[in-house]
């Protein structure tokens, strides 16, 4: 057998089926690839030539090299930069209040806000929550690219030094291509809070975060990168929104809101967004209330504005361009005026001028009776003064217990911080001071009925010779009543009856009326020779309404800080304590009815009602008064001229009682009629014949000897037990009084 093995043939299964074969075919193998030729190497030049080549090469790259590396190095600087700002950022919420002083909000006697002082802010509100109409404008007008750029748009940069360049500037000078988020930075003061001892005051603080210095900017760009990688947009936004200054003392878009429009910064339609929106680019120029219609046309361009970047439709623009944002009511008053610098004055200054809390204060403000002075004022002197009249006028109206319910300063009657007339004008009061001559012998037990003889009269003081008033005609009445005496302001009469009951009682009388300032000394004091304001005069004459108790004028109600339930403090005014007897209160009330209804004051009745009142002309008519009050209020008005310049045929019972008398029309409108508390006089006892010891009592002595007793306790005692008083007296003659 040969050992090599026989090859076995074929099944008909293997064939029938194509069995494959069990052979191993042997793998051909891959074509070896065939390698591409090597490039011959560069020849480089020789000579010269290379080496300048070289040079150029190594110059490039050594640029390269440094640049690149001083970039990434510059990128490391920034991201350092950013990082530290980054971690020295707080929290959102404590930079939405960024006040360095509290506000003062002032509530009128209906509990609605009359005006406003301080910083003001509304309170906190977010990019979320108000209205996205107001969103909406401060993007279109501020920055429209705010939600795609990283805090620096180098397209608005690069398109304000084009318009910088193209109008004549340097490249950063004017516009600044500044981004919301910039602009927030510089709010911060690039997070530098004012610091009262550093030795700057708060103006040069802000002043200094307003620096426009090539350093500052690059500090700012670099800060409004790290807020933007600390806080989201919206966040951002928010802060603006909350810091911003908006004109009219409002700090943040919700105390614009309610400052112009009385409303919520969420609830604001287009055309109050864009007024406000339109305020950022300067606040105090574009206000509304400095100037409504510069500030309307810049809310037009708002406007227009957000309709070309899609956030109104051409009918939602149309609608707002033809009905402008309208001012509410405090608005229109002007941050309250006269009457809010008043009561800012009298309430302590660490809670009202110089406060560092929100603080809110309850008046006594009407501002129906407001609007009655002012229309009252304005329309005597556009109907009944000639025009260019550089006259002023003054009007003060309250109720008995001393509550201001108007006040009018001057004839401007829509500013803030002007000089006010009313309460800080010394002028010589006149006639006007007569009725607490009267109010001093009512007081003493004579009655209004008891004559007085108006005939020449000389009055010698020591040091001064002899002084003779005279009346405003020249002229003399004889025998007359008191009642008659003052309701045609007779001269004469009344300086009888000063020396008659003193001059120191009748200068304790107006002074517990609250007459304050220093009363004449001589003779010429009951002809109104002192001077006083008109707040103090009408005060003095509300003591004579409510019965005869004095009353300290008062606005301030009380005062509360936002946020508690209790007030602070309540009003320091109100009605004090009694002058002169209820009874002699009511004869004096008798009185002055007759200088309205018989009388100088002819001129201020009005409406069938009882009215009471007295007219004051000073020496050549510097000054002229009308003073008086129905049942329900008191109101005085004062006329002249700042620079004392004589009146031209005005007396106090002319023009002053004339806006007296539109103001008092005004001001009753609906209040039903009531009588003045007012009483009937007994029968005439007594004639002054012109000396104290003149006096010539009628019937019955033991009312003359009433007369004599001074109403001082202490002297009335020293009288009692040693027969000595204080009536009469000397002094200094004064200027000489005239008055219809």
Same mark, same amino acid.
């Given at each position: 057998?040969?050992?090599?093995?026989?090859?076995?043939?074929?099944?008909?299964?293997?064939?029938?089926?194509?069995?494959?074969?069990?052979?191993?075919?042997?793998? +051909?193998?891959?074509?070896?690839?065939?390698?591409?030729?090597?490039?011959?190497?560069?020849?480089?030049?020789?000579?010269?030539?290379?080496?300048?080549?070289?040079?150029?090469?190594?110059?490039?790259?050594?640029i390269?090299?440094?640049?690149?590396?001083?970039?990434?190095?510059?990128?490391?600087?920034?991201?350092?930069?950013?990082?530290?700002?980054?971690?020295?950022?707080?929290?959102?919420?404590?930079?939405?209040?960024?006040?360095?002083?509290g506000?003062?909000?002032?509530?009128?006697?209906?509990?609605?806000?009359?005006?406003?002082?301080?910083?003001?802010?509304?309170?906190?509100?977010?990019?979320?929550?108000?209205?996205p109409?107001?969103?909406?404008?401060?993007?279109?007008?501020?920055?429209?690219?705010?939600?795609?750029?990283?805090?620096? /748009?180098?397209?608005?940069?690069? /398109?304000?030094?084009?318009?910088?360049?193209?109008?004549?500037?340097?490249?950063?000078?004017?516009?600044?291509?500044s981004?919301?988020?910039?602009?927030?930075?510089?709010?911060?003061?690039?997070?530098?809070?004012?610091?009262?001892?550093a030795g700057?005051?708060?103006?040069?603080?802000?002043?200094?975060?307003?620096?426009?210095?090539?350093?500052?900017?690059?500090?700012?760009?670099?800060?409004?990168?790290?807020?933007?990688?600390?806080?989201?947009?919206?966040?951002?936004?928010?802060?603006?929104?909350?810091?911003?200054?908006?004109?009219?003392?409002?700090?943040?878009?919700?105390?614009?809101?309610?400052?112009? &429009?009385?409303?919520?910064?969420?609830?604001?339609?287009?055309?109050?967004?864009?007024?406000?929106?339109?305020?950022?680019?300067?606040?105090?120029?574009?206000?509304?209330?400095?100037?409504?219609?510069?500030?309307?046309?810049r809310?037009?361009?708002?406007?227009?504005?957000?309709?070309?970047?899609?956030?109104?439709?051409?009918?939602?623009?149309?609608?707002?361009?033809?009905?402008?944002a309208?001012?509410?009511?405090?608005a229109?008053?002007?941050?309250?005026?006269?009457f +809010?610098?008043w009561? #800012?004055?009298?309430?302590?200054? &660490?809670?009202t001028?110089?406060?560092?809390?929100?603080?809110?204060?309850?008046?006594?403000?009407?501002?129906?009776m407001?609007?009655?002075?002012?229309?009252?004022?304005?329309?005597?002197?556009?109907?009944?003064?000639?025009?260019?009249?550089?006259?002023?006028?003054?009007?003060?109206?309250?109720?008995?217990?001393?509550?201001?319910? +108007?006040?009018?300063?001057?004839r401007?009657?829509?500013?803030?911080?002007?000089?006010?007339?009313?309460?800080?004008?010394?002028?010589?009061?006149?006639?006007?001071?007569?009725?607490?001559?009267?109010?001093?012998?009512?007081?003493?037990?004579?009655?209004?009925?008891?004559?007085?003889?108006?005939?020449?009269?000389?009055?010698?003081?020591?040091?001064?010779?002899?002084?003779?008033?005279?009346?405003?005609?020249?002229?003399?009445v004889?025998?007359?009543?008191?009642?008659?005496?003052?309701?045609? /302001?007779?001269?004469?009469?009344?300086?009888?009856?000063?020396?008659?009951?003193?001059?120191?009682?009748?200068?304790?009388?107006a002074?517990? &009326?609250?007459?304050?300032?220093?009363?004449?000394?001589?003779?010429?004091?009951?002809?109104?020779?002192?001077?006083?304001?008109?707040?103090?005069?009408?005060?003095?004459?509300?003591?004579?309404?409510?019965?005869?108790?004095?009353?300290?004028?008062?606005?301030?109600?009380?005062?509360?800080?936002?946020?508690?339930?209790?007030?602070?403090?309540?009003?320091?005014?109100?009605?004090?304590?009694?002058?002169?007897?209820?009874?002699?209160?009511?004869?004096?009330?008798?009185?002055?009815?007759?200088?309205?209804?018989?009388?100088?004051?002819?001129?201020?009745?009005?409406?069938?009602?009882?009215?009471?009142?007295?007219?004051?002309?000073?020496?050549?008519?510097?000054?002229?008064?009308?003073?008086?009050?129905?049942?329900?209020?008191?109101?005085?008005?004062?006329?002249?001229?700042?620079?004392?310049?004589?009146?031209?045929?005005?007396?106090?019972?002319?023009?002053? +009682?004339?806006?007296?008398?539109?103001? #008092?029309?005004?001001?009753?409108?609906?209040?039903?009629?009531?009588?003045?508390?007012?009483?009937?006089?007994?029968?005439?006892?007594?004639?002054?014949?012109?000396?104290?010891?003149?006096?010539?009592?009628?019937?019955d002595?033991?009312?003359?000897?009433?007369?004599?007793?001074?109403?001082?306790?202490?002297?009335?005692?020293?009288?009692?037990?040693?027969?000595?008083?204080?009536?009469?007296?000397?002094?200094?003659?004064?200027?000489?009084?005239?008055?219809?």
């Amino acid at each position: 057998m040969s050992d090599s093995p026989k090859r076995r043939s074929p099944l008909v299964a293997d064939k029938r089926y194509g069995r494959k074969s069990t052979t191993t075919k042997v793998a +051909a193998k891959p074509k070896a690839k065939a390698k591409k030729p090597r490039k011959a190497p560069r020849q480089r030049r020789g000579g010269i030539l290379g080496l300048l080549s070289a040079l150029v090469r190594w110059f490039f790259r050594l640029i390269w090299v440094t640049v690149s590396r001083s970039v990434l190095l510059g990128f490391a600087v920034l991201a350092l930069i950013v990082g530290y700002f980054y971690t020295t950022l707080p929290p959102v919420e404590e930079l939405l209040d960024g006040r360095a002083k509290g506000s003062v909000t002032m509530l009128d006697n209906n509990n609605e806000v009359y005006a406003w002082r301080g910083d003001q802010f509304g309170g906190a509100v977010t990019a979320e929550k108000v209205s996205p109409h107001l969103k909406n404008a401060v993007i279109a007008t501020e920055d429209k690219r705010f939600y795609k750029h990283f805090g620096l /748009s180098p397209r608005g940069i690069a /398109s304000a030094v084009r318009i910088n360049l193209s109008e004549g500037r340097g490249p950063l000078s004017g516009h600044g291509g500044s981004t919301i988020t910039q602009q927030t930075a510089k709010l911060l003061c690039l997070g530098e809070p004012f610091d009262p001892s550093a030795g700057k005051t708060e103006a040069e603080y802000e002043a200094e975060c307003r620096r426009g210095s090539l350093k500052r900017k690059a500090k700012e760009a670099v800060y409004a990168m790290a807020m933007e990688a600390k806080y989201s947009k919206n966040e951002i936004l928010s802060i603006y929104l909350n810091r911003a200054y908006m004109g009219g003392g409002a700090y943040g878009a919700e105390a614009a809101a309610q400052r112009f &429009f009385g409303k919520s910064a969420a609830t604001l339609d287009p055309a109050e967004a864009a007024t406000i929106a339109g305020l950022l680019t300067a606040p105090s120029i574009l206000s509304p209330t400095s100037n409504l219609e510069r500030s309307r046309n810049r809310a037009a361009i708002v406007l227009r504005l957000m309709k070309e970047q899609g956030y109104l439709s051409d009918e939602e623009e149309a609608v707002a361009q033809a009905s402008p944002a309208e001012l509410s009511d405090a608005a229109e008053a002007r941050a309250g005026g006269y009457f +809010a610098d008043w009561v #800012m004055s009298t309430g302590p200054e &660490f809670f009202t001028r110089n406060t560092t809390e929100d603080v809110i204060i309850r008046t006594t403000l009407d501002p129906r009776m407001q609007r009655a002075a002012v229309a009252g004022l304005n329309w005597i002197f556009e109907n009944k003064v000639s025009e260019g009249s550089k006259a002023q006028a003054a009007i003060v109206v309250m109720s008995a217990d001393g509550a201001v319910r +108007a006040m009018v300063g001057g004839r401007k009657t829509k500013v803030s911080g002007a000089f006010n007339r009313a309460t800080q004008a010394l002028r010589q009061t006149g006639s006007a001071f007569k009725p607490f001559v009267y109010a001093a012998a009512l007081d003493l037990g004579y009655s209004p009925n008891d004559l007085v003889d108006d005939s020449p009269y000389c009055v010698y003081t020591p040091g001064s010779g002899e002084w003779c008033p005279k009346n405003y005609t020249n002229l003399f009445v004889g025998q007359t009543t008191m009642t008659n005496a003052l309701a045609q /302001s007779l001269n004469i009469p009344a300086v009888k009856i000063s020396e008659s009951v003193g001059r120191e009682t009748v200068s304790a009388v107006a002074s517990q &009326f609250g007459i304050k300032n220093d009363l004449a000394a001589g003779p010429a004091l009951a002809l109104g020779a002192s001077e006083s304001t008109l707040i103090e005069m009408t005060g003095a004459f509300a003591g004579i309404l409510n019965g005869g108790s004095s009353v300290t004028p008062y606005g301030l109600v009380d005062l509360t800080l936002r946020g508690d339930s209790e007030p602070l403090m309540g009003t320091g005014g109100g009605i004090g304590e009694r002058v002169i007897q209820e009874s002699a209160a009511r004869q004096l009330i008798y009185m002055m009815e007759k200088v309205v209804s018989e009388g100088t004051g002819q001129r201020a009745q009005f409406g069938g009602r009882q009215l009471a009142g007295k007219t004051g002309t000073t020496s050549a008519a510097k000054d002229a008064w009308f003073i008086g009050f129905s049942a329900d209020y008191v109101a005085g008005v004062w006329m002249g001229y700042d620079d004392n310049t004589p009146l031209k045929g005005v007396t106090g019972g002319g023009l002053p +009682a004339e806006i007296w008398r539109e103001v #008092m029309t005004r001001v009753h409108e609906g209040v039903p009629l009531k009588p003045l508390p007012m009483a009937e006089p007994a029968p005439a006892q007594v004639v002054f014949q012109g000396d104290v010891n003149e006096i010539a009592p009628i019937g019955d002595t033991s009312r003359s000897q009433q007369k004599q007793r001074p109403t001082n306790i202490i002297d009335q005692v020293l009288q009692d037990i040693f027969g000595v008083g204080s009536n009469g007296g000397s002094g200094s003659s004064g200027s000489q009084g005239r008055d219809r």
